[in-house]
């Protein structure tokens, strides 16, 4: 089975019959095949970085939220060299012509 996306986890072991511990359910009182689900360390990396991601994106919401206020009361003020700077910077204008 191919996972393509690590953010439903607990529903990809349930569906395995796997707690998230790695210990694996039975029902019934059935003896089944025993099969566990272990996640590389890899994909404990990948968990890591999507956490940290939403983090960042929740402080970068806060900063446009300021920065909407400060708009709205007229008190936003933009130096225009600076941004200009920093697209050049970051490639989104391209100064080779």
């Not at 689900?37 to 968990?47: G, N, R």
Request: no cysteine.
């Amino acid at each position: 089975m191919r996972i393509d996306s690590f953010q439903n986890i607990p529903a990809v072991l349930q569906s395995y019959g796997t707690s998230a511990a790695g210990k694996t359910e039975q029902s019934n009182q059935q003896k089944e095949p025993i099969s566990t689900v272990s996640l590389s360390s890899f994909a404990e990396v990948f968990q890591a970085l999507q956490r940290e991601s939403l983090q960042v994106g929740q402080a970068n919401l806060a900063r446009v939220e300021q920065l909407m206020q400060q708009e709205q009361a007229g008190k936003l003020t933009v130096d225009t060299n600076k941004l200009a700077a920093s697209l050049v910077q970051s490639n989104v204008i391209d100064t080779r012509g």
